[in-house]
């Protein structure tokens, strides 16, 4: 929903959602991404594996306002898999240092890390998705305050254009 610029409808009783589909629903980079003044729709960019609807690896990329992307790694299988994501496919050059943000925590990424020309995924379970915004390393820095459960966060991106600048709030 976040990479396609969709609208979330939801048809059930918000009052009574499980705490997972509610952390899922309020997840603030989510929304984030989904709400892009950019408005453009995310793409497939790789798909591994066999025709639909037979078991494949995809993954999606979605251009956003400030020149991050926001990245969705889709495991249509059966079983557990990794995906190898490389940033050509979502428009980074192949040597441009970049960082992850793991918008739901479960790609286990630290933002700490910068990444150039690709970066392997942990196992990722069956029909499962995890979602990245790519970042340039030295565009931006992330002050996180993650919560336990759900893979939810409290998560605050700060425009900059110099990383040992203090950004402030």
Not at 5 to 22: E, F, H, Q, Y
Not at 93 to 98: L, M, P, R, W
Not at 123 to 131: K, Q, R, S
């Amino acid at each position: 929903w976040a990479i396609f610029a969709a609208p979330l409808m939801m048809s059930n009783d918000l009052a009574v959602v499980s705490s997972t589909s509610r952390a899922l629903l309020t997840n603030r980079e989510c929304l984030r991404i989904n709400q892009d003044p950019l408005a453009l729709q995310g793409r497939r960019v790789v798909y591994n594996g066999f025709p639909y609807p037979q078991p494949s690896l995809q993954v999606w990329a979605r251009d956003l306002q400030n020149g991050d992307v926001a990245v969705a790694l889709y495991n249509f299988n059966h079983e557990p898999a990794s995906i190898k994501l490389n940033f050509t496919e979502v428009g980074f050059s192949g040597v441009t240092a970049v960082r992850l943000l793991d918008v739901f925590g479960n790609g286990k990424v630290s933002t700490a890390t910068v990444h150039v020309g690709s970066w392997m995924s942990p196992t990722i379970g069956a029909n499962e998705t995890v979602l990245l915004r790519v970042s340039l390393a030295d565009k931006i820095t992330i002050e996180s305050t993650w919560r336990t459960g759900a893979g939810s966060s409290g998560v605050r991106m700060v425009q900059c254009t110099q990383p040992t600048v203090d950004c402030g709030p």
